[in-house]
C-alpha cells in the first residue's frame, strides 16, 4: 500500500489548523513609484509581523528587488522599533510589494515601510489598537532616527494618487522648497479638491495623520517655499566663457520651454492645471539659473538650464516615430565624427581642451549606450529619449569649449605623450576605487577615462579621473559621521573657506562655486544630501586644481615610459558589492483578494509549501518554486532594460552583482557555461 499521499495530507491538514492559530492581520499602504516611461503608479505594500527571530521578508510579486530597497526596508524596521517599543529580535516581519516594474530600486518607500511596520508592531500586543487610514499614499526615504528625506518624481506620483481614491498623500518636509513647487496647491488642482498633500518631517510626525479617519482632510500647516537667497560669488576673468555659455543655455531652454507649453496646450491631452504646474515649475528652475548667473555660480547656472534643456526637449520629441529617431541617431554619429579632438594644447588652454574633450567622450559614451539599446529594442522610451538629447547637449558644450580653447592657446605647443604613464598611474589608483564602489557616477567616469586612454587621450583622462579620486575622498570624509555632525562640520558656508580657495585651475573654481550654491540651498530646504554634494564638488575642486598643478609638472619632466595597458573595456572586474543587510526576497505570483481572504489563502500556500517539502523528502515530487540562478536573473535583466522597465543605472549595478555571482555558479558541478549580455539577446531575438 503506498501510504505517500495520505502522509502529505496529513502534513498539510496539521500545518493549516496550526496555522490558523497564529495567523496575522495585515496593514496595506501605497507607496507610489514612477515607471520606465515616466508615468506615476501607486504600489500596494502589505505589511505583516509574527512573533519569530528577527527576519525580515520581502516578497515582490513578479520583481527583482535591489540592495537599496533592502536597506530601505531594513531601516525602517530599524525606525518603526524604536517608536513602537517593540524590539526586532524576537519578531518575523513579511513586506510584500505588488509591482508593477521589473525591479525594485531605490529608497522612497522607505516612509511607507516605516508606517506599516509600526502599526503592525502595535498590533502584535494590542489587537484593538488603531488602524491607519485606507486612503493613505505615503513617498519619502526614511533614516534610522526616522527622519522623512526627499525623493524625486513628486509630481508624477501625485498625478496618480489623484487618480486613485487615495484622499491623504503625506512627503518629506521640504520637498516642496526643494522642488520649488507648492505641492499641496498642484495636488489640490489636479484632483480637483480631493487629494490632499502634506508634508512630515519624521516617521513619528505622520502618527498625527494615518490615524485620523478614512476620508477626512487633516488639520496640517502650509508648506512655505523659501526663496534662494544668494551670497555673492567674485568670479575670475578666466571663467566668463562658462557665463556666456550658461547664457546661451538658458536661452535655450526658455525656447524649449515654450514648444512645450504649445504644444500640451494644442494636444488637450492634459488638464489645464498639469500644464500651468509644468510650466511653473520648470520656469521656476530657469529663474534660479539666472539667478545663478547673476551672482557669479556660471557652471551652476549653465548646468541648471542644461538639465532643463534636456528634459524639455525629451517632452517635445514625445511622438517620434523609429524611422525618425533612427535618422536623428545618424544625424548625431555624424556630428561625433566630425567633432574634432586634435587641436593645439599649450600650457595656457590644456584645461579647457581637456574641459570640452571630455564632454566630447561623455557624449559619444552616452550615444553608443543610447543607440545599442534602440537598436536591440527598436523601442522609444522616455529614458531613450532624455539619453539622446543628454549626448546632444554634451557635444555642444564640447564645441563651444574647444572653440574657447583655440582662442587662448598662446605659446608653444604641448607635447601630450609626456602625460601617459601619468594618466596610467592616475588610472590604476582609480580602477582601485571603482572595483569597489557601487557609486555609478564613479563607474561613468572610469568607463568614460578607459576611452579617452584607449585613444591616447591621456590629458583628458587626467581630469576625468578626478571624479572618481574626489568621490573616494568624499565618502572618507562623511562615513560614520551622524546627520547632525555632518551640519555641523559642513553645514556653514565658512567651513567650505577653511580649505584654500583653487589658485590657478579654471575648472576648480566653477566646481568651487558650485559647492558654494549647493551648500545655501541645500540650507534652505533642509536637505542633508545637498550638504554632502557641497562637500563631494569642494573635494572635486580641490582634485582639480593639484590635478593641473601636477599635469604642468609631467609636461616639463615626464616619467619614464612603460609597456603598461589597461583592461580592455569588455573585461572589467565585477563591481565590489557591500556586505546584504539581513533581508531576503521571494518572487511569487499576484494574488488579488480581500484581506481576509489573502490571510486563509496564505495559510494554504505554506502548508502546500510544506506538503511538497515532505514530497520531496520521499523523493516522490520537485519543488513548484524555487530561487532564480544568476543566469536566470541576468535573462530577466536583460528582457527588462529591452522593454524599458528598469533604468540603465540599475540594469548596470544589478548586472556587475548577478555577473560575479554567475561567474562562482559556472565553475560548479552540473552548471553550463554562463553566455554573455549578448549572445542571450541574441538568442531572445531569433
Excluded: C
Excluded at 546661451?248 to 500640451?264: C, G, H, M, P, T
Excluded at 551622524?482 to 590657478?504: C, D, K
Excluded at 616619467?559 to 563591481?575: A, H, W
Amino acid at each position: 500500500m503506498n501510504f505517500k499521499p495520505l502522509f502529505l495530507s496529513l502534513v498539510a491538514f496539521s500545518l493549516l489548523v496550526t496555522l490558523v492559530g497564529v495567523a496575522s492581520a495585515t496593514t496595506q499602504i501605497y507607496a507610489p513609484a514612477v515607471d520606465s516611461n515616466g508615468k506615476g503608479i501607486l504600489t500596494p505594500v502589505t505589511v505583516s509581523v509574527t512573533q519569530g527571530t528577527g527576519r525580515i521578508r520581502t516578497d515582490i510579486q513578479g520583481s527583482l528587488i535591489a540592495t537599496e530597497t533592502e536597506n530601505s526596508i531594513r531601516t525602517a524596521a530599524e525606525a518603526a522599533s524604536v517608536e513602537s517599543g517593540v524590539g526586532l529580535n524576537n519578531v518575523d516581519i513579511n513586506v510584500d510589494i505588488e509591482s508593477q516594474a521589473e525591479v525594485i530600486d531605490g529608497p522612497s518607500g522607505g516612509m511607507a515601510f516605516g508606517i506599516g511596520i509600526y502599526n503592525e508592531l502595535l498590533h502584535l500586543n494590542n489587537a484593538n489598537a488603531a488602524n491607519i487610514r485606507t486612503d493613505l499614499v505615503v513617498t519619502g526615504a526614511i533614516t534610522e532616527d526616522g527622519r522623512s528625506e526627499k525623493v524625486g518624481g513628486v509630481e508624477e506620483k501625485i498625478n496618480a494618487a489623484s487618480q486613485s481614491n487615495a484622499k491623504l498623500m503625506l512627503i518629506a518636509a521640504g520637498q516642496s522648497t526643494n522642488d520649488a513647487l507648492d505641492y499641496a496647491i498642484y495636488a489640490s488642482e489636479v484632483s480637483n479638491g480631493s487629494l490632499q498633500v502634506v508634508e512630515v518631517q519624521s516617521l513619528a510626525d505622520s502618527f498625527q495623520y494615518v490615524y485620523t479617519p478614512t476620508g477626512s482632510r487633516v488639520a496640517a500647516p502650509d508648506a512655505i517655499i523659501q526663496p534662494l537667497v544668494l551670497d555673492e560669488f567674485t568670479a575670475t576673468q578666466r571663467t566668463l566663457h562658462v557665463k556666456q555659455i550658461a547664457l546661451q543655455e538658458i536661452q535655450v531652454s526658455r525656447n524649449e520651454l515654450a514648444k512645450v507649453s504649445r504644444k500640451i496646450t494644442a494636444n488637450g491631452d492634459e488638464t489645464q492645471s498639469e500644464v500651468n504646474a509644468i510650466i511653473r515649475a520648470v520656469n521656476e528652475s530657469i529663474k534660479n539659473a539666472e539667478q545663478a548667473v547673476e551672482k557669479g555660480y556660471y557652471y551652476t547656472g549653465a548646468n541648471s538650464a542644461f538639465l532643463a534643456r534636456i528634459n524639455l526637449q525629451a517632452v517635445n520629441a514625445e511622438g517620434v516615430t523609429v524611422v525618425e529617431f533612427q535618422t536623428m541617431l545618424n544625424q548625431m554619429e555624424t556630428d561625433l565624427n566630425a567633432f574634432n579632438t586634435s587641436v593645439k594644447v599649450t600650457g595656457d588652454n590644456f584645461e579647457d581642451v581637456a574641459a570640452a574633450r571630455m564632454r566630447y567622450w561623455w557624449a559619444y559614451t552616452r550615444f553608443e549606450e543610447t543607440k545599442e539599446t534602440f537598436t536591440n529594442t527598436k523601442t522609444i522610451t522616455v529614458t531613450v529619449v532624455r539619453d539622446y538629447y543628454n549626448a546632444g547637449a554634451w557635444l555642444d558644450a564640447a564645441k563651444k569649449l574647444i572653440q574657447h580653447s583655440q582662442t587662448i592657446a598662446t605659446g608653444s605647443e604641448e607635447n601630450e605623450f609626456n602625460l601617459r604613464e601619468y594618466s596610467l598611474d592616475v588610472f590604476e589608483k582609480a580602477e582601485k576605487i571603482a572595483n569597489a564602489s557601487t557609486d555609478s557616477e564613479v563607474q561613468w567616469h572610469l568607463k568614460t577615462a578607459k576611452k579617452e586612454i584607449a585613444n591616447a587621450d591621456y590629458l583628458t583622462a587626467i581630469f576625468d579621473l578626478q571624479f572618481v579620486l574626489s568621490a573616494d575622498s568624499t565618502v572618507k570624509q562623511i562615513t560614520g559621521k551622524t546627520p547632525e555632525q555632518l551640519v555641523a562640520q559642513y553645514g556653514e558656508i565658512n567651513t567650505l573657506n577653511v580649505y584654500n580657495r583653487p589658485t590657478s585651475s579654471t575648472w576648480a573654481e566653477l566646481y568651487y562655486a558650485n559647492a558654494i550654491y549647493n551648500l545655501q540651498d541645500a540650507n534652505r530646504s533642509q536637505d542633508l544630501s545637498g550638504i554632502v554634494n557641497s562637500v563631494r564638488l569642494k573635494e572635486l575642486s580641490l582634485y582639480f586644481d593639484e590635478a593641473k598643478e601636477q599635469t604642468i609638472r609631467e609636461y616639463a619632466n615626464p616619467r619614464p615610459t612603460t609597456n603598461r595597458t589597461i583592461t580592455p573595456l569588455n573585461t572589467l572586474p565585477p563591481i565590489a558589492q557591500p556586505q546584504q543587510p539581513n533581508v531576503t526576497a521571494t518572487i511569487t505570483q499576484d494574488i488579488n483578494s480581500n484581506a481576509g481572504t489573502l490571510q486563509i489563502i496564505a495559510i494554504v500556500i505554506v502548508s502546500i509549501g510544506i506538503v511538497i517539502l515532505a514530497g520531496i523528502i520521499l523523493g516522490n515530487l520537485k519543488p513548484l518554486n524555487r530561487h532564480l540562478d544568476a543566469r536566470e536573473v541576468l535573462d530577466k535583466l536583460d528582457q527588462a532594460l529591452v522593454s524599458g522597465r528598469i533604468s540603465e543605472a540599475t540594469y548596470k549595478r544589478l548586472k556587475a552583482k548577478y555577473s560575479a555571482k554567475a561567474k562562482e555558479e559556472k565553475h560548479k558541478p552540473g552548471t553550463n557555461r554562463l553566455q554573455t549580455s549578448k549572445e542571450r539577446l541574441k538568442r531572445k531575438r531569433k
